[in-house]
């Protein structure tokens, strides 16, 4: 509970740097880097010895190769982020595979060997866990993946309580699609049923999780664009219809948002009082433009680091709501 609490303090938010190997390289790809351990090093290296990011980061996701890492100048990442007062946290999930006898869905797997797994995250000094959950609207989300979903969220929430971990329960909707807001809201409604139903029937306790969902938006294929206002007005209704005051943090993903889009809507939403702490936990909106702005240049990492400060910051405001553009 007092970690939950800490990682979902006022102006603070959690930066998801844990992409898989796979999709890291992906990233690196996009500024014409190869996809080798030090250069993914070099980057999250650059990410976690930002000057000043404890002010407006309170937990950071790593994916396994990243927790056991040593920066260049020898202090492990861990140490690293525990000096900026940043909570390190770790990915746990192991990816998803399709699902048999779906809508051409996928499942998500992880939770063999998951207690030990989370015994050692803990030693090498993790306090978190992240598993991640997809739901897909264009498919015509099945009962049995979308209970499925939930109910390995639920199993792996109540494994990482008992090893100390709190962790994060990622049911993410996927953008992906060309349906209308409501939809949208509609499938997050029934899954959102599901993971709590199953959370409760697990005895996981409430107030040391943190859930990390999407917001209620139009698919991205949909030529209607919601204004911040409207995205904020489903997603606070969605969050008062189905999540108990006793989580303590929303932690949104941005699924694809723009940076901009991102903050906007986070500002939007906690423009009045609501009685979670509701933030972010953004990858591509906080690294998007840092990746810009390296290159994979030396001479290139302050400006990176600034241009991740200044993310850092804008959604730091726009989770006390007060985010001026
Ligand atoms: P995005 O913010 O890029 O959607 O990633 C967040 C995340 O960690 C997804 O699991």
Redesign the pocket.
Known sequence: MATAKKVASPGHGIL?M?ESNATCGKRLDSIGLENTESNRRAYRELLVTTPGLGEYISGA?LFEETLYQKTSKGPSMVDVLNKQGIVPGI?VDKGLVPMANSNNESWCQGLDGLAQRCAEYYKAGARFA?W?GVISIPAGPSMIAMRDTAYGLARYAAIAQAAGLVPIV?P?VMLDGDHEIDRTLEVAEATWAETFKYLADNKVLFEGILL?P?MVTPGAENPNRSTPEQVADYTLKLLTRRVPPAVPGIMF????QSELE?TMNLNAMNKSPNPWHVSF???????NSVLKSWQGEEKNVAAAQQALLKRAKANSMAQLGKYDP
């Open positions: 998801a844990d996701i990915k992240k991640r990622e993410e990390k999407s993903l941005s699924g694809g991102a936990s953004y990858a591509r909106a906080l690294q």
